[in-house]
């Protein structure tokens, strides 16, 4: 019985992150507050892995009977579909805000603001742009490619933006959040389960193209770690956004310069 208690709570958490990340609907039995939002950080990678092999699906099925760059839109818009949007409106909040503003305060009440400004409208177009651009040239290489590389970005994309709750400080704004509970803290057990779905999926790509990407991570993980921190003193939703978009475009950049030269 005790063994079927923890697989039921590992489950709930798995569903839990499952809610928070995309518009699947999840059974009436899942049990969502703070602190279970807070567990199921580790299975952010997992739930990437559930939208990227979606958006995947959608490509191949696409490409089947339309041109590439048709199909590559397609799959992008069934990953935007699934989530709602809710990175690409967290890096365009982000961007507004670090735009913007000139004190923390003003950032975080810019970000708070549901109005699309000019700094998160240009993040938003160069990002989906640059997204589409890569992903084509990857398919155009080899449908598999892009199939890989979907896969791969969307599920280390969020790995790396869930990694980011474990070291860093998360900025409140209760009085003006717009946003749906956050999960603010992270222990190490949750970030290894974290860190292993990532690791597996690393695992489908050769070494050479692996061990690069991992670099590649690593070092974004550093940089946004730091630049948020510079920003607001720590993280928000909106900036963990913007680090699984920024993060996705990495992939695919390593993807295809490493991946197919």
């Known amino acids: 019985m005790s063994g079927e208690i923890k697989w039921l709570r590992q ?3 798995f569903f839990v992150a499952l809610s928070f990340f995309t518009r699947i609907p999840v059974p009436s039995w899942v049990m969502i507050d703070s602190d279970e939002l807070n567990k199921a950080s580790r299975y952010f990678g997992l739930v990437g892995l559930v939208i990227g092999l979606i958006s995947a699906l959608v490509f191949w099925l696409a490409q089947l009977i339309l041109p590439a760059s048709i199909a590559i839109l397609l799959a992008m818009v069934a990953g935007v579909l699934v989530t709602g949007g809710f990175h690409e409106d967290g890096l365009a909040d982000t961007a507004d805000g670090f735009g913007g503003g000139w004190t923390v305060e003003d950032k975080l009440r810019i970000m708070k603001d549901s ?8 993040a938003l177009v160069l990002v989906l742009l640059l997204k589409w651009q890569l992903l084509v040239e990857l ?3 080899s449908p598999m490619a892009a199939v890989s590389a979907l896969i791969v970005g969307h599920t280390l994309s969020r790995v790396v933006s ?5 070291s860093g400080q998360y900025v409140r704004d209760d009085d003006s959040s717009k946003s749906k509970p956050m999960a603010e803290n992270q222990q190490l057990n949750d970030l290894l ?7 597996f999926v690393l695992l489908w790509l050769n070494g050479v193209v692996a061990f690069v990407l991992f670099i590649g991570l690593w070092l974004a993980r550093i940089l946004l770690g730091g630049f948020f921190r510079k920003q607001i003193g720590g993280y928000t939703g909106d900036t963990l956004g913007a680090a699984q978009q920024i993060s996705e475009v990495c992939c695919y950049l390593v993807i295809l310069a490493v991946g197919i030269s």
């Open 139 to 141: 398919a155009l290489y």
């Open 11 to 13: 489950l709930n958490l």
């Open 162 to 166: 869930g990694s980011l709750i474990f």
């Open 193 to 199: 389960i974290l860190l292993a779905s990532g690791i």
């Open 115 to 122: 109005r699309l400004g000019s700094y998160g409208a240009l």
